[in-house]
RNA sequence: CGGGGUGUAGCUCAGCUUGGUAGAGCAUCUGCUUUGGGAGCAGAGGGUCGCAGGUUCGAAUCCUGUCACCCCGACCA
């Protein structure tokens, strides 16, 4: 491609509203431009590498043997209600009527429409075990769309859906997928970690993410410093830790006339946030209320707490209307002693002794709490999110927390949507069969923006040669002016095109400065600059992107294929 | 949805407090010079100041409303 037939818009600033550095890049760097609130356009350049991303996770999905196809985004509302979705997805699903006043959605995901296709196409057992997937726009009605394209209220995603006669085979399967995906990313070029993850919405029983570590990741993972444990933050188990010391306090009563929350409580009585506890009161699953002690350092993890028997998921907080009448007593002063309710501890919480709690009485506190003594011994569970320095699940080293990007996410969905749909093949008895699935994303336009965030320097983007828009730009240097330059240009950009190469020759007659400065903004991998100083030596220069210095090599295709090898 | 902020040229912003005929840099276009890390000189084009009302002789500026966008938060009592 010749630059002065092509459409490339940088900029030397950077635009006000861009937080992170990939999606100031990106607008700089001429690939994205904004149509709205997480609305993004896709320029030329920047549809070039997200092209080269689908392409690998379009052949790496081909050799691991799923079937590609194309399902509709635009989605009848009653598929979603069959499977429960409808209501349960919740406004981020988006929703329109057409003009017959028909509901529909557009897809955020289409467990549903590969699971009616299913059983409408899937007969018999000979026809499994097959995985199917799509690439394709998906439609999410965001709170809070940011980032560029990194959350936006559209993406492109990879998704892929498989059917299996029974458990093994479903688990073959994931791991035949997991296997991929660490092709996939590995081939494009970025470090990544296999987290183990909450299923969410999707549902099901097993699920890992595939995250790329980024300080402006919107999740927390939780790592081991000594084995390969890892987990979101949302997943990451915590376990009982040692036994409940002897009781040795008084109980007694404080007052803490507007000291609400522990950390108040304990700046006032001169104590340790960790010998506080506070109690949350959430729905149960009974129709009633429950009481959840957590330690005053430690937070809640909703999405633990709505997975235990006697919480209602999904997780609601009781309002204070509902509190008070519970208590007696407004929120901020609450705790298990004298509590009516349920009382559920987190694990750590449960192996407080002498502790402070709310006294259930509006401006009190009580000191020296113990269990049993005082309060009702508690159904300890694993309610809190772990904090750095908590030990390993695994029971190896401690862990810390990290930010990552999620890229990739894998699932076991069990019969969770072929139960609902009424999805079943006959087996080899002539039997009735609900088969297994299984569901594997990958955010293909997320990559674009993840890579960035990862391999990013002073000049800009440091594409790796696998989704590179271009590989190799050619500068010239007096193209005008000189034949020999001329010539030399001409003929090196024609065999690297001959070799099938992605080659850009910047035509533009710029200065030099201001076209390395473009070549190194939108992160071409392999820079040769040729001009008169150097062809009298029979050499052009090469550079590679990121590198200190630039070099000489000869003036011939062949090395600078080369060095593209290299 | 709650809180905070911003809307003035394609981009980054000044002007607003104290109302008086619209500004800078970058980018763009033309010409000349220049050609190894975002060149210099000369000239040119480009804005109903987000939108709608109001106050005023007069509004980018003051008032009211509205829309858009950005940031933080949205279960931790």
């Given at each position: 491609m010749r630059l002065s037939k092509y459409f490339l818009v940088t900029t030397k600033e950077t635009p006000a509203?861009?937080?992170v550095v990939s999606h100031q890049l990106m607008l700089r760097a001429g690939l994205v431009r904004k149509l709205g609130a997480g609305l993004y356009t896709w320029l030329p350049l920047g549809l070039r590498v997200l092209r080269k991303v689908e392409a690998v996770v379009r052949e790496e999905m081909n050799r691991a043997g799923a079937l590609e196809v194309l399902f509709p985004p635009q989605v009848p509302a009653e598929l979603w209600q069959e499977s429960g979705?409808?209501?349960?997805?919740?406004?981020?699903?988006l929703r329109f009527k057409d003009r017959h006043q028909r509901d529909f959605i557009l897809g955020p995901t289409h467990e549903e429409v590969v699971t009616d296709m299913a059983r409408r196409d899937?007969?018999?057992?000979?026809?499994?075990p097959v995985n199917f997937y799509q690439i394709q726009t998906k439609f999410r009605d965001e709170i809070r769309p940011r980032f560029g394209v990194m959350r936006g209220r559209e993406f492109l995603m990879k998704d892929a859906y498989s059917f299996h006669t029974d458990e093994a085979d479903l688990v073959r399967e994931y791991r035949n997928m997991r296997e991929t995906y660490r092709r996939i990313f590995t081939r494009i070029g970025i470090d990544f970690r296999i987290v183990k993850a909450d299923s969410g919405?999707?549902?099901?029983d097993r699920s890992e993410e595939f995250h790329v570590l980024a300080?402006?990741?919107e999740d927390l993972l939780a790592v081991s410093d000594t084995s390969d444990y890892a987990a979101n933050i949302e997943a990451a188990d915590t376990s009982p830790q040692g036994s409940r010391p002897a009781a040795s306090a008084q109980l007694e009563k404080v007052a803490?006339?507007?000291?609400?929350?522990c950390e108040d409580v304990a700046a006032l009585l001169g104590?340790?946030?960790?010998?506080t506890i506070k109690l949350i009161v959430a729905k149960g699953r009974d129709g009633g209320l429950v009481a959840l002690a957590v330690r005053g350092d430690h937070s809640l993890n909703a999405v633990k707490a709505e997975?235990?028997?006697?919480?209602a998921a999904p997780f609601t907080l009781a309002s204070d209307a509902e509190i008070r009448a519970a208590f007696g007593c407004e929120p901020g002063?609450?705790?298990?002693?004298?509590?009516?309710l349920t009382v559920i501890a987190d694990h750590a919480a449960a192996v407080l002794a002498d502790f402070v709690c709310g006294a259930?009485?509006?401006?009190f506190h009580l000191r020296g709490v113990n269990w049993v003594r005082d309060a009702a011994e508690p159904e300890s569970a694993d309610l809190r999110s772990v904090v750095a320095g908590d030990p390993s699940p695994d029971g190896q080293g401690k862990l810390s927390l990290v930010r990552g990007i999620e890229v990739g996410h894998i699932f076991q969905l069990g019969r969770k949507y072929s139960d609902a749909m009424h999805l079943s093949v006959l087996d080899e008895a002539g039997k009735e069969l609900v088969p297994e699935m299984g569901c594997y994303g990958i955010g293909v336009s997320r990559i674009v923006a993840a890579v960035i965030e990862q391999r990013n320097d002073a000049g800009g983007i440091l594409w790796p040669?696998?989704?590179?828009?271009?590989?190799v730009i050619i500068c010239p240097i007096g193209l005008d002016k000189s034949a020999p330059v001329k010539e030399a240009v001409e003929k090196l950009y024609a065999d690297l095109g001959a070799a099938g190469i992605d080659v850009l020759l910047d035509?533009?007659?710029?200065?030099p400065g201001s076209m390395f400065a473009d070549a190194d903004l939108i992160g071409i991998p392999h820079r040769i600059v040729i001009g008169d100083k150097g062809l009298a030596n029979a050499q052009f220069e090469y550079k590679r992107r990121g590198a200190a210095e630039a070099q000489m090599i000869p003036a011939t295709v062949e090395a600078v294929l080369e060095k593209l090898a290299a």
């Amino acid at each position: 491609m010749r630059l002065s037939k092509y459409f490339l818009v940088t900029t030397k600033e950077t635009p006000a509203d861009a937080e992170v550095v990939s999606h100031q890049l990106m607008l700089r760097a001429g690939l994205v431009r904004k149509l709205g609130a997480g609305l993004y356009t896709w320029l030329p350049l920047g549809l070039r590498v997200l092209r080269k991303v689908e392409a690998v996770v379009r052949e790496e999905m081909n050799r691991a043997g799923a079937l590609e196809v194309l399902f509709p985004p635009q989605v009848p509302a009653e598929l979603w209600q069959e499977s429960g979705r409808y209501e349960k997805y919740g406004p981020e699903l988006l929703r329109f009527k057409d003009r017959h006043q028909r509901d529909f959605i557009l897809g955020p995901t289409h467990e549903e429409v590969v699971t009616d296709m299913a059983r409408r196409d899937i007969r018999s057992y000979k026809q499994l075990p097959v995985n199917f997937y799509q690439i394709q726009t998906k439609f999410r009605d965001e709170i809070r769309p940011r980032f560029g394209v990194m959350r936006g209220r559209e993406f492109l995603m990879k998704d892929a859906y498989s059917f299996h006669t029974d458990e093994a085979d479903l688990v073959r399967e994931y791991r035949n997928m997991r296997e991929t995906y660490r092709r996939i990313f590995t081939r494009i070029g970025i470090d990544f970690r296999i987290v183990k993850a909450d299923s969410g919405a999707i549902g099901g029983d097993r699920s890992e993410e595939f995250h790329v570590l980024a300080n402006s990741g919107e999740d927390l993972l939780a790592v081991s410093d000594t084995s390969d444990y890892a987990a979101n933050i949302e997943a990451a188990d915590t376990s009982p830790q040692g036994s409940r010391p002897a009781a040795s306090a008084q109980l007694e009563k404080v007052a803490t006339p507007t000291q609400k929350t522990c950390e108040d409580v304990a700046a006032l009585l001169g104590i340790p946030l960790q010998s506080t506890i506070k109690l949350i009161v959430a729905k149960g699953r009974d129709g009633g209320l429950v009481a959840l002690a957590v330690r005053g350092d430690h937070s809640l993890n909703a999405v633990k707490a709505e997975k235990h028997p006697k919480i209602a998921a999904p997780f609601t907080l009781a309002s204070d209307a509902e509190i008070r009448a519970a208590f007696g007593c407004e929120p901020g002063f609450l705790g298990p002693v004298g509590a009516k309710l349920t009382v559920i501890a987190d694990h750590a919480a449960a192996v407080l002794a002498d502790f402070v709690c709310g006294a259930n009485e509006a401006g009190f506190h009580l000191r020296g709490v113990n269990w049993v003594r005082d309060a009702a011994e508690p159904e300890s569970a694993d309610l809190r999110s772990v904090v750095a320095g908590d030990p390993s699940p695994d029971g190896q080293g401690k862990l810390s927390l990290v930010r990552g990007i999620e890229v990739g996410h894998i699932f076991q969905l069990g019969r969770k949507y072929s139960d609902a749909m009424h999805l079943s093949v006959l087996d080899e008895a002539g039997k009735e069969l609900v088969p297994e699935m299984g569901c594997y994303g990958i955010g293909v336009s997320r990559i674009v923006a993840a890579v960035i965030e990862q391999r990013n320097d002073a000049g800009g983007i440091l594409w790796p040669d696998a989704i590179a828009p271009f590989r190799v730009i050619i500068c010239p240097i007096g193209l005008d002016k000189s034949a020999p330059v001329k010539e030399a240009v001409e003929k090196l950009y024609a065999d690297l095109g001959a070799a099938g190469i992605d080659v850009l020759l910047d035509d533009r007659g710029q200065r030099p400065g201001s076209m390395f400065a473009d070549a190194d903004l939108i992160g071409i991998p392999h820079r040769i600059v040729i001009g008169d100083k150097g062809l009298a030596n029979a050499q052009f220069e090469y550079k590679r992107r990121g590198a200190a210095e630039a070099q000489m090599i000869p003036a011939t295709v062949e090395a600078v294929l080369e060095k593209l090898a290299a």
